[in-house]
């Protein structure tokens, strides 16, 4: 049976999650056990130098050099600790994403419009992880500068399962745990891994039986069928696309939250039922939390 074609996002990271992006994914779970069991001291340090390295994969060198500029650009601006500053370097960085000259250039170095907007994305993302860390560099004192270096900075962006599509999760929770040594289970860090697989698997399933059989964005994008509709089928069809919504990022940030256990971390709580909600001027604040605890600080 044909899905629905309009949801874009989903597409998009379905496709490059079976290409590359998984087995990527599955790659840093290598490396992070292997290093949580020999190494953990290095920890930080070995997931940094493969996250760059997955990077240079995914995007090209050009791709990767972009990333490390706005990085290096960022955390020069944030010496000056002048949070309005960091606000201001931020919103310029990512205004250079829409200058048409620029955009042109990066396109030159891609093969397909997909490739493209996987830089796109990477981009806007890495520029709050880049803000998260500028900030706390300005808020804290002298004494804590120490744990605030460039190449904590570089572990903190080139951190592989948050890199493409998030969740936020700020600077000082990360390093903080990153830091903290655990004793390490291998039992305990499997029965993780396999009930996390089985949790998103089912939310997966899920997510494309909607996609299959209930046609949400196709419905919206044809004004017929929304003209002749009642009141109340409306509404059950406008439940439906947020319901839809929140399974997809179940899914989206779901993956990268079992990695960041497995690495030892507490991720960002995955979002809430929209169900449950009934006023959605508390939905950001439920459903991003990492985001929501970014903006609040």
């Given at each position: 049976m044909p899905q629905d074609p309009m949801d874009f996002e989903w597409s998009y990271w379905v496709e490059w999650g079976r290409e590359r992006i998984l087995w990527l994914l599955a790659g840093h779970l290598?490396?992070?056990?292997?290093?949580?069991?020999?190494?953990?001291?290095?920890?930080?340090?070995?997931?940094?130098?493969?996250?760059?390295?997955?990077?240079?994969?995914?995007?090209?060198?050009?791709?990767?050099?972009?990333?490390?500029?706005?990085?290096?650009?960022?955390?020069?601006?944030?010496?000056?600790?002048?949070?309005?500053?960091?606000?201001?370097?931020?919103?310029?960085l990512l205004s250079t994403l829409r200058i048409p000259a620029v955009e042109e250039a990066k396109r030159k170095w891609y093969d397909t419009e997909n490739e493209y907007y996987l830089l796109l994305f990477t981009v806007s993302v890495r520029c709050l992880f880049c803000t998260s860390f500028s900030l706390e560099y300005c808020?804290?004192?002298?004494?804590?500068?120490?744990?605030?270096?460039?190449?904590?900075?570089?572990?903190?962006?080139?951190?592989?399962?948050?890199?493409?599509?998030?969740?936020?999760?700020?600077?000082?929770?990360?390093?903080?745990?990153?830091?903290?040594?655990?004793?390490?289970?291998?039992?305990t860090n499997l029965s993780i891994l396999i009930m996390g697989i089985i949790r998103i698997f089912f939310w997966w399933c899920l997510a494309e039986l909607m996609i299959h059989l209930m046609y949400i964005h196709a419905l919206y994008s044809s004004p017929p069928p929304l003209e002749a509709a009642s009141y109340w089928a409306l509404g059950g069809l406008a439940l439906a696309q947020v319901l839809f919504f929140y399974v997809k990022y179940l899914v989206l940030y779901g993956v990268p939250?079992?990695?960041?256990?497995?690495?030892?971390?507490?991720?960002?709580?995955?979002?809430?039922?929209?169900?449950?909600?009934?006023?959605?001027?508390?939905?950001?604040?439920?459903?991003?939390?990492?985001?929501h605890r970014f903006l609040v600080r």
């Open positions: 290598l490396v992070s056990q292997v290093s949580r069991l020999l190494v953990e001291k290095y920890k930080p340090w070995c997931l940094m130098v493969y996250g760059m390295a997955a990077c240079w994969l995914l995007l090209g060198i050009k791709g990767f050099a972009v990333i490390l500029l706005h990085a290096t650009i960022s955390f020069a601006v944030a010496q000056f600790q002048l949070s309005l500053l960091t606000w201001l370097c931020s919103l310029i808020w804290h004192g002298p004494a804590q500068k120490s744990s605030h270096s460039f190449l904590w900075m570089l572990a903190y962006v080139f951190y592989y399962p948050t890199f493409h599509n998030g969740p936020l999760m700020n600077f000082d929770e990360f390093s903080k745990q990153m830091r903290r040594q655990e004793a390490f289970s291998l039992k939250a079992l990695l960041l256990q497995m690495d030892g971390l507490k991720p960002p709580a995955l979002p809430c039922c929209v169900s449950l909600m009934h006023s959605f001027t508390k939905m950001w604040r439920s459903f991003d939390v990492g985001l």
